[in-house]
């Protein structure tokens, strides 16, 4: 599902860091090695179809890597 994110991504908080995260392995072979840490935030989105929605988004971030994986995991509206 295509997305793009409007404004600013609020009420963030951790969900794992380093061993804790599943995928571990497969962000550093990809993206690198870093700090891993899996977020979760609220923020407003565009949809492909144009409409604007409020969801919940879960990421992953890493110092000097920025973040990657971004997914809606669900609507709040």
């Known amino acids: ?3 793009e994110i409007v404004g600013e991504i609020t009420d963030i908080e951790q969900i794992a860091a ?7 392995h497969w962000l550093r072979k990809k993206y690198g090695k870093g ?3 899996k977020l979760k935030g609220r923020a ?3 949809l492909q179809s144009g409409a604007l ?3 919940e988004i ?4 890493a110092s000097g890597i920025g973040r990657r994986l971004l997914k809606i995991k669900r609507f709040l509206d």
């Open 58 to 61: 879960h990421w992953y971030a």
């Open 44 to 46: 407003q989105v565009k």
């Open 1 to 3: 599902m295509y997305f």
């Open 53 to 55: 929605r409020s969801a």
């Open 35 to 37: 700090r891993w840490r």
């Open 18 to 24: 380093g061993l804790a995260i599943r995928d571990l």
